[in-house]
Nanobody, 124 residues
Framework: VQLQASGGGLVQAGGSLTLACVASERTLSKYAMGWFRQAPGKEREFVAAIKWSSGGTYFADSVKARATISRDKAKNTVYLQLNTLKPEDTAVYYC??????????????????WGQGTEVTVSS
């Protein structure tokens, strides 16, 4: 599975941004798609995930109230919308795909395929 993330950029605090990740794989029914981010000088962390088949969603506590994750099956694309952006949301955002994740969608080891990352900078 090849993943191509896009949509990053420079945004003012309080604004919104939608990231997109296009997957090359046509049959994603057994996959979960996740978004992770890595801020400068920090470890990569889980942001959100969606089960492709059911649409079930999962969020990190840090973004739960401000984030929406969705997928467009026809376009093989998963989206992450972040609202009320804060400077601490500044990071490189990565999309990832993993098969057969049973319960915890946050660990990186559950995801076998990763996109190249798209950079988000939130100015104060």
């Amino acid at each position: 599975v090849q993943l191509q993330a896009s949509g990053g950029g420079l945004v003012q605090a309080g604004g919104s941004l939608t990231l997109a990740c296009v997957a090359s794989e046509r049959t994603l029914s057994k996959y979960a798609m996740g978004w992770f981010r890595q801020a400068p000088g920090k470890e990569r962390e889980f942001v959100a995930a969606i089960k492709w088949s059911s649409g079930g969603t999962y969020f990190a506590d840090s973004v739960k109230a401000r984030a929406t994750i969705s997928r467009d099956k026809a376009k093989n694309t998963v989206y992450l919308q972040l609202n009320t952006l804060k400077p601490e949301d500044t990071a490189v955002y990565y999309c990832a795909a993993g098969r057969a994740i049973q319960s915890d969608y946050s660990p990186e080891y559950g995801y076998s395929y990763w996109g190249q990352g798209t950079e988000v900078t939130v100015s104060s």
